[in-house]
């Protein structure tokens, strides 16, 4: 039985001692109002009302007792007080909580190589990281509001020239005012601009062109980016129409994409010495800018120089979650010792480095099989070196010094040099003749010849490092070419094609 039944049956006895204690006193009719006049009389008679009395004064005992003090009751809670003289307050307004800060990678545009990516801080809700959609636009809005600390040296940040409008109804995205919807592969983002992109000339245009393209297809399974204006059919920016998505590949700025997929490997035969080692190194704009570098070290027993094993590589796409959007697959006919696991980079464009025991299909080489996460489909290149035994693999470079025969890490493009210059580099090429020629401002050939390269046609390529000699009649800007000359009938295939000055 609860306390609360036991309450309601103390007051109910109480309550009926008292009313049975007190004398109706019913009167007889002759002495009633209505045959006589009535007396001045109390209406109880003394008993009566001290009876009553001590009825009420039980009562109030029964209920103070109820209503006492719960404080020190275990397992009851006091009702709070109010006092009568308080006045309802308004409840203080919640100070709004700041979105923590969320590692984000986005990128930022270099003058002619293709977008770096970099971590910044972004003010993310986990209700906007919940979406595709919600994503690309803290993506955008981080750089939008980030500043120039961090940015990656040699790159800047296009983003924050664009003009930033309050953000619109249904845009939770940021203050950018931005709309972002997803399709498949595709995302979409209208932007909300008054009165403008911001930015100027075509340098400018196709860099924030480049930096959007990439920051937004950074989510995964997207591929392509179409970037709209409100109210209108295109996107202007300045005299740069964007009038369809872009992916990657369509900005990074290089004449073609790599050979990708199995079917485009570049394999070469070796010999599986037993006993050697395998050590690996990694480089990021060291050898040339936008040049990332892997190499592979082969050691023979006790150090000797081993035979080159066999390797198989190739390019591809993959859409591992911050791997990268493309990955290079490297197998070695030899056992690893190397460190197996995942390598983090984050140094565009290499992402991340993964050793594993082989691969299996389609490359048919056991061994050691090391992947390489890589921002792009950027041309690459596989070559061989000795002393010690290495093999080589080389991904992006300055678009205008790079094709799919040749790549110069030096000269670089728009620099100056006197009356001999060194050029270094690699090449594929018939016969492994690199030709080159040197054109003055009106385009006038002023001076040719051609040079070896250490390997001639095949899937491998070869290297050189030679000089070229400048005649004294040239002076100023001009543009060094270098190409392949086609077997057939002379016509350049392949041109790299090098501004620089003489002086």
């Known amino acids: 039985m609860t306390d609360e039944r036991r309450d309601d049956e103390i007051i109910g006895r109480a309550l009926s001692r008292a009313i049975e ?156 005012g931005v709309f972002v919807s997803v399709q498949g592969d595709v995302a979409k983002v209208e932007f909300d601009l008054n009165p403008g992109w911001g930015v100027r000339g075509a340098a400018q245009s196709q860099a924030l062109v480049q930096q959007l393209v990439y920051t937004i297809t950074e989510e995964s399974g997207i591929r392509w980016a179409l970037i709209t204006e409100k109210g209108k059919p295109n996107a202007v920016i300045d005299q740069l129409v964007v009038d369809r998505p872009l992916s990657r590949e369509d900005v990074f700025g290089y004449a073609a994409a790599g050979p990708s997929g199995a079917a485009n490997s570049v394999a070469s035969d070796g010999t599986s010495t037993p006993g050697v080692s395998l050590t690996t190194s990694y480089s990021v704009d060291s050898v040339a800018p936008g040049v990332a570098r892997f190499v592979v070290t082969i050691t023979g027993p006790q150090g000797a120089a081993p035979e080159l094993p066999s390797f198989t590589a190739y390019l591809d796409r993959t859409e591992e979650a911050d791997f990268g959007k493309a990955a290079l697959y490297l197998q070695v006919g030899a056992e690893p010792n190397t460190n197996l696991g995942l390598t983090r980079v984050d140094r565009s464009p290499l992402r991340a480095v993964r050793a594993t025991r082989g691969f299996g299909s389609p490359l048919a080489v056991g061994g050691a099989a090391f992947v390489l996460g890589l921002d792009d489909l950027r041309p690459w290149r596989v070559f061989t070196l000795s002393n010690p035994t290495r093999i080589v693999v080389d991904i992006g470079g300055a678009p205008q010094s790079v094709s799919d025969r040749i790549a110069v890490y030096q000269l670089l493009p728009g620099a100056t040099g006197t009356r001999e210059m060194q050029i270094i580099g690699v090449a594929r090429v018939f016969e492994a003749s690199v030709s080159w020629r040197l054109k003055d401002t009106t385009g006038r050939e002023v001076a040719s010849g051609h040079f070896l390269a250490s390997l001639g046609s095949s899937a491998v390529w070869g290297t050189f490092d030679t000089r070229i000699a400048i005649p004294a009649s040239m002076t100023g800007p001009g543009t060094l070419e270098l190409f392949e000359a086609s077997p057939k009938d002379g016509t350049p295939q392949g041109v790299v094609q090098i501004p620089l000055g003489v002086r």
């Open 21 to 176: 204690t007190i004398d109706v006193n019913q009167t007889p009719f002759e002495r009633s109002r209505i045959a006589t006049a009535p007396a001045r009389r109390s209406i109880f008679g003394l008993w009566q009302i001290a009876t009553a009395a001590a009825a009420i004064v039980l009562a109030l005992a029964i209920g103070s007792w109820l209503t006492r003090s719960t404080e020190s009751q275990p397992g009851v809670a006091a009702s709070p007080t109010i006092p009568a003289s308080a006045t309802p307050s308004v409840a203080p307004t919640a100070s709004p909580v700041q979105a923590p800060n969320v590692p984000t990678w986005v990128y930022f545009a270099r003058d002619g190589l293709p977008p770096v990516g970099a971590y910044i801080d972004a003010h993310s809700s986990s209700a906007v990281l919940a979406s595709a959609e919600g994503r690309i636009g803290a993506r955008i809005s981080a750089l939008s509001g980030f500043g120039s600390g961090s940015i990656p040296a040699g790159a800047t940040n296009p983003m924050s020239l664009v003009a930033k409008p309050a953000p619109t109804a249904g845009s939770s995205q940021g203050s950018m």
